[in-house]
């Protein structure tokens, strides 16, 4: 197959993989560059389809689809192809960049994301702190379980077992203290089923995320570190910056994401998710939890509350542009999701939310609804913490048709809990 023709005139051409809220919210800010967008969809209503122009519709596995999709028969070739997630064939992008297209990140550092027994083995190489682990045996049912029965021995009482691929936003995760409880996981396993890896279970005060881009050449820009709330194993809500965390652990947080992005070769924004845990001084220090290679729901405060969003910085990275500053443009932004609703639309209740918070900057996926859906987010910026906190809650709670939410504890409360 002869190798598509890149670019060499006119606007750039950014070929993103996936057609949900993230490729989405790139539309914006590649607007404001004057990038062209051209998004593969899974469905002509899908969220990124209506507000992208350019979207042919496709499966992220179809080879003919990406194919098109780079070199479609009218129009510019992609000057680079990016993704919103990792569900993409590696050796398909091999191909396509030995035939001459720029694939970002590469299939080389995406596998990471893709496995996570892949992850925490390369992750261990680097030196980078994570949890005790292991993969479980695949050979049998039985092996599995007489391999998970004794690293519950080890680390006693119960521990975290994960599917090695296809887990997110809680799915594939459990908290067992039995082989029993994954019985059906190490069927599964037997009848072709990703392999699993066992996690210590640790004993972690909350969960933070560093935010880092870099592009090709080398640089790396990062966020302020920033504390995430889960509620029923997703994202609730983001408070940037992390309240109460030390210069020092921000600053150590911050150089373990630049570590792996160098050490992964990450091109493009890559979010740690970390869990803080008490070292063996007792300081605070961190142990990297998950990875996602794109923009990630750790960041969407960004849009707002910095001077340069994650949207706009992948783009910029994944074209090997100059990197924006990631400068906050508030001393707190706290962004809450919109998670399922009880209202069919959720914009019938923009009226009384922007009358309520006309402050609130808000963000709809233009979803259909569902329980514990990803639908929208809602950021507020300002100076008192418990006010920006409060009020966003409250936003969001209006949009999923409920009365405003009551933040039960202050921030100096819950670090002292």
């Not at 970390?274 to 996602?292: R, Y």
């Not at 750790?298 to 992948?314: C, K, L, M, P, Y």
């Not at 990197?323 to 009226?351: C, F, H, K, Q």
Request: negative net charge; glycine residues 10%; contains cysteine.
């Amino acid at each position: 197959m002869s190798a598509p023709q890149i670019r060499e005139s006119g606007p750039p051409v950014v070929a993103v993989v996936g057609g949900g809220q993230l490729a989405r919210m790139m539309a914006p800010a590649a607007g404001e560059l004057g990038i062209r967008l051209r998004v593969l969809v899974e469905d002509p209503a899908s969220s990124a389809a209506q507000v992208v122009t350019d979207a042919p519709v496709g499966a992220a596995a179809d080879e003919a689809a990406i194919r098109s999709l780079i070199a479609p028969d009218s129009g510019p070739a992609a000057s680079v192809l990016t993704f919103e997630h990792e569900h993409v064939p590696n050796a398909l992008l091999t191909d396509l960049i030995e035939h001459g297209t720029p694939v970002r990140p590469g299939p080389h550092a995406l596998v990471q994301a893709q496995d996570k027994i892949v992850m925490r083995q390369r992750l261990t190489e680097l030196g980078v702190p994570c949890p005790r682990w292991a993969p479980l045996p695949s050979s049998s049912p039985q092996a599995g379980r007489e391999a998970l029965a004794a690293f519950l021995a080890e680390v006693g009482g119960s521990t975290v077992v994960k599917t090695s691929r296809g887990g997110y936003d809680g799915k594939g995760v459990r908290v067992v203290s039995s082989p029993d409880d994954v019985a059906d996981w190490f069927a599964a396993v037997d009848a072709g089923g990703p392999q699993l890896l066992v996690e210590e279970k640790v004993p972690f005060t909350r969960e933070l995320a560093a935010l880092v881009a870099r592009r090709p050449s080398g640089e790396v820009r990062a966020w302020p570190v920033v504390e995430s709330i889960q509620r029923d194993g997703v994202c609730s809500e983001v408070i940037a910056p992390a309240p109460g965390l030390s210069a020092e652990l921000d600053v150590r947080a911050r150089e373990i994401a630049t570590a792996v992005a160098e050490g992964l070769d990450v091109t493009g924004v890559l979010a740690v998710e970390m869990f803080e845990v008490p070292g063996l001084d007792g300081t605070p220090t961190v142990l990297v939890n998950e990875l996602a290679m794109r923009p990630h729901n750790s960041g969407h405060w960004t849009i707002d509350g910095a001077v340069t969003s994650q949207f706009e910085q992948h783009l910029r990275a994944v074209l090997d542009l100059p990197l924006g500053s990631t400068e906050p443009t508030a001393p707190w932004t706290v962004m809450a999701n919109v998670l399922g609703s009880e209202l069919d639309e959720l914009t019938d209740a923009l009226p009384g939310v922007l009358a309520a918070y006309p402050e609130a900057r808000v963000n709809l996926y233009g979803k259909g609804v569902r329980p514990g859906r990803k639908l929208g987010h809602v950021n507020v910026s300002g100076t008192d913490l418990d006010e920006v906190r409060s009020r966003a809650v409250a936003a969001a709670a209006l949009l999923r048709g409920e009365e405003p939410v009551i933040v039960d504890t202050t921030i100096e409360e819950r670090a002292n809990v």
